[in-house]
């Protein structure tokens, strides 16, 4: 298991396994050795929730103007 920090490259990968196998985590996490599924699914809602918070603050931004 790799413990070193999430890289780009990682992204990359993920991106495009995440293309054949849609939301198949285990499957995605076969084409980026050393990374377990645990950790995938939870870069994934790290992500979402970092969208999500930027969302709401734009449509904050946007009703306060």
């Known amino acids: 298991?790799?413990?070193?920090?999430?890289?780009?490259?990682?992204?990359f990968v993920f991106i495009e396994a995440h293309k054949i196998h849609g939301?198949?985590?285990a499957e995605i996490a076969k084409s980026i050795p050393g990374r377990l599924v645990s950790l995938i699914t939870y870069i994934i809602e790290l992500q979402l929730n970092?969208?999500?918070?930027?969302?709401?603050?734009?449509?904050?931004?946007?009703?306060?103007v």
């Open 23 to 25: 939301n198949k985590w």
């Open 50 to 64: 970092k969208e999500s918070l930027e969302f709401l603050n734009e449509e904050v931004v946007t009703l306060t």
């Open 1 to 11: 298991v790799r413990k070193s920090p999430w890289n780009e490259i990682e992204d």
